[in-house]
């Protein structure tokens, strides 16, 4: 009885397992739900657990329940592909409403679901398996119980990984991620273009320098996160189907008429996902790599980004808000923390590290399959919900601070010396010997007055037009065409 059927023998099996596994989740969670306590006191990473509230869009596809589903999505699309190829006899066509059940476990996958899987998966102690067999004992008692063996055909596991993977990463930041980093380059853009032409005191090597405009910093930021965007919109999310060592070995030996190839790349195409012809076993995970690469940049843009703007608040070029009910410090009531803007930047790193990892490690495999990279494909939903959480930080970030006008203009006006390089240039227009020197001696390391740079000014011998020029620039007044550029899109 259990050589002959089984999935039948599985079956009682996980029966038996579902309802211990639901009494022990029960159980747990009586143990653990306190008054005023929830379980996601008792995670023991932040994203299930602080910030739990916050990742909940990204839960429907970075999640094992997600990997479950998509899993069931990949088999249940193969079987009715199958079942639609006339050259495949031995498996019947499907009739509308067949395949209408079918897609009913992918569309109706909920909790109870995934519990069931799980259930198996003690008994099968693999976790392929056990979606087969999931489907198998849904439609044991239905009229497609006579293709059920047709559920996995000619199927390695990695084959319905690989796919489930893509289209979980795919959705998830197509859904959730990029919408989001979206609206923070949109709002970053809003504010740059408010701020355009807010003159502001540069600064390099932490040192006063030329002077610029507040948007237009702000649009360097904006204008290099959309290259990010533009790339990771143009990504390809590619997908194998070819079997234990990506030859079609027993597709071959099954059906030796049928051009695998193809049936492989319209399979995969119908998933709109990119056929990858050559591969192992596995899919050769470069395409995550790009993916990984290009999220770390973004990342690394905002991180840059928030350090800037932790500064700028940190000499009060920005003010932050004061929220209501907030409070700073534990002990110095008058603080208003940046610590938006400090979340962001321990998020971008903590996802970077993630996502460096995968981008290093999953395109290394062993000769045909190691197993390393399944363990390390679990924490791709980390990398990319610890970008989401610097998005959302940073958004509020931006959202709670103001120029503060008086900072900026005192700044400037306590900094004439940066004029020192519009008027060496002008000396060295008209080829005035040891134009760069003449400044250096006026201006390096000691401040200047509007009246001692002025004075100098008068005593050159230059043409009355470029004098002119020169006398009617002010530091707030000197900031080239950074207001024009902080209207570039």
């Not at 509230?53 to 429907?60: A, G, H, I, R």
């Not at 990342?299 to 808000?321: A, E, G, P």
Request: charged share 25%; hydrophobic share 40%; proline share 4%.
């Amino acid at each position: 009885m259990i050589t002959k059927f089984p999935h039948l023998t599985l079956k009682i099996m996980a029966t038996y397992d579902l309802m211990f596994y639901k009494l022990s989740c029960k159980l747990s969670e009586s143990l653990t739900q306190t008054e005023g306590q929830t379980m996601t006191h008792r995670a023991i990473s932040p994203i299930d657990g602080r910030y739990q509230s916050k990742t909940v869009p990204l839960q429907d596809y970075l999640s094992e329940w997600a990997l479950m589903k998509y899993r069931v999505l990949v088999e249940v699309r193969w079987l009715i592909a199958m079942a639609d190829n006339p050259d495949m006899p031995e498996i019947r066509p499907l009739t509308q409403d067949e395949k209408d059940v079918l897609n009913a476990l992918v569309d109706d996958f909920d909790n109870d679901s995934a519990d069931a899987i799980k259930a198996i998966e003690r008994t099968t102690n693999h976790d392929v398996k056990a979606v087969e067999y999931f489907i198998k004992d849904k439609i044991a008692e239905t009229s497609l119980a006579d293709v059920s063996e047709f559920v996995h055909f000619c199927c390695t596991s990695a084959d319905i990984n690989n796919l489930a993977y893509a289209l979980m990463i795919r959705d998830s930041i197509e859904q959730v991620w990029w919408a989001k980093a979206h609206e923070l380059n949109e709002q970053l853009y809003k504010l740059a273009e408010s701020l355009m032409d807010v003159p502001m005191l540069a600064r390099t090597h932490g040192q006063p320098a030329t002077p610029t405009t507040i948007g237009k910093e702000l649009m360097v930021y904006a204008y290099r996160l959309e290259r990010q965007l533009k790339q990771l919109d143009h990504q390809e999310y590619l997908g194998k189907f070819s079997g234990a060592v990506g030859a079609y070995n027993a597709h071959l030996v099954a059906y030796p008429d049928l051009d695998w190839q193809n049936i492989s790349r319209d399979f995969v195409g119908s998933l709109d996902l990119t056929h990858n012809p050559l591969t192992t076993q596995i899919e050769s995970h470069d395409f995550l790599a790009e993916i990984a690469h290009t999220i770390m940049r973004f990342n690394t843009i905002v991180l840059d980004l928030c350090r800037d703007m932790w500064m700028y608040i940190s000499i009060n070029y920005f003010k932050q808000r004061v929220i209501a009910g907030e409070v700073g410090s534990s002990t110095m009531p008058h603080k208003v923390n940046p610590i938006d803007f400090e979340n962001a930047e321990a998020n971008a790193g903590i996802s970077n590290a993630t996502l460096a990892h995968l981008a290093d490690k999953l395109p290394i495999s062993r000769w045909q399959r190691d197993l390393s990279d399944s363990s390390a494909m679990r924490n791709v939903g980390v990398g990319i919900a610890h970008s989401y959480l610097m998005i959302l930080s940073t958004m509020r970030g931006l959202g709670k601070v103001d120029i503060n006008p008086v900072a900026l203009s005192a700044d400037l006006d306590e900094a004439w010396e940066v004029l020192g390089e519009a008027v060496q240039t002008i000396l060295r227009k008209h080829q005035i010997p040891n134009a760069y020197e003449k400044l250096k001696d006026l201006t390096r390391g000691s401040g200047i007055s509007q009246e001692s740079l002025q004075a100098f000014i008068h005593t050159l011998n230059i043409p009355e037009d470029d004098k002119a020029r020169l006398l009617a620039l002010t530091p707030s007044t000197y900031i080239g065409l950074a207001d024009k550029l902080a209207k570039l899109e």
